[in-house]
Nanobody, 124 residues
Framework: QVQLVESGGGLVQAGGSLRLSCTAS????????MGWFRQAPGTEREFVVG????????YYADSVKGRFTSSRDNAENTVYLQMDSLKPEDTAVYYC?????????????????WGQGTQVTVSS
């Protein structure tokens, strides 16, 4: 049974930092491409970060480029999203997802498994 569990969300002031974690069970992260998405109230879930299988290549949406960094700890079967210089517009529920493919995707339907999400709130 595959399960992705996110953690690390919270309330932070603008300019602050948070680190999200996504830990997998029932699969080995290094064998999957993965993505981070977010969904703000009243909006559609949007693609934020994508990693190819094994984390060899990482792509960042323009909205987070230079501020967010995705990394992996294969020994812990965990992916991290370091979020710096946070802005109020980063407020959303953040989700990790995995895809049994070499390449990440940018669409929700590209992914096979999803975490439950973790809330990030950035105050101004």
């Amino acid at each position: 049974q595959v399960q992705l569990v996110e953690s690390g969300g919270g309330l932070v002031q603008a300019g602050g930092s948070l680190r999200l974690s996504c830990t997998a069970s029932g699969l080995t992260f290094s064998n999957y491409a993965m993505g981070w998405f977010r969904q703000a109230p009243g909006t559609e879930r949007e693609f934020v970060v994508g990693e190819t299988r094994g984390g060899l290549t990482t792509y960042y949406a323009d909205s987070v480029k230079g501020r967010f960094t995705s990394s992996r700890d294969n020994a812990e079967n965990t992916v991290y999203l370091q979020m710096d210089s946070l802005k109020p517009e980063d407020t959303a529920v953040y989700y990790c997802a995995v895809r049994n493919n070499r390449w990440f995707g940018t669409q929700l339907t590209d992914y096979d498994y999803w975490g439950q999400g973790t809330q990030v709130t950035v105050s101004s």
